[in-house]
């Protein structure tokens, strides 16, 4: 399968990785759409949000805990950052590997475009 992000995960492409869990990898977006813009990927190639089952749970609360760990490590952490799951086309998710965005760094406009 061509998947950019299997690629970061196996290491086949480079990413400037920030954190390795036991179900994740997290690396910075390689479009910043802020100061602070890191991806948190599951290991597993799955497609998308819509996919997901209980059984990812574990998996989905270590994305979450690494996102607030790095936002920590960021200094973004008191100021306040924001999270996104882009689902589907009109979401404008591009990649089809889950993400995780971490966002933040600068004051974040709401609703968003
Ligand atoms: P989406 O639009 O699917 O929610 O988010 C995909 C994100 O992946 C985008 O923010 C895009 O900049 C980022 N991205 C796409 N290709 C690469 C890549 O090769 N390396 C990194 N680090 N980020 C990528
Ligand atoms: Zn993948």
């Given at each position: 399968m061509d998947c950019i992000f299997c690629g970061i995960v196996d290491r086949s492409l480079p990413a400037e990785l920030l954190h390795e869990g036991e179900h994740i990898v997290a690396f910075r977006d390689i479009?910043?759409?802020?100061?602070t813009h890191v991806l948190i990927v599951p290991r597993q190639h799955i497609d998308?949000?819509?996919?997901?089952?209980?059984?990812h749970g574990e998996m989905l609360s270590e994305m979450i805990l690494a996102a607030n760990t790095i936002a920590q490590q960021e200094g973004i952490g008191d100021a306040g950052y924001r999270l996104v799951f882009n689902c589907g086309r009109a979401a404008g998710?591009?990649?089809?590997h889950v993400h995780l965005h971490l966002l933040g760094g600068r004051k974040l406009g709401w609703p968003p475009g």
């Open positions: 479009t910043p759409q802020a100061p998308s949000v819509a996919e997901l089952e209980g059984a998710q591009s990649v089809d």
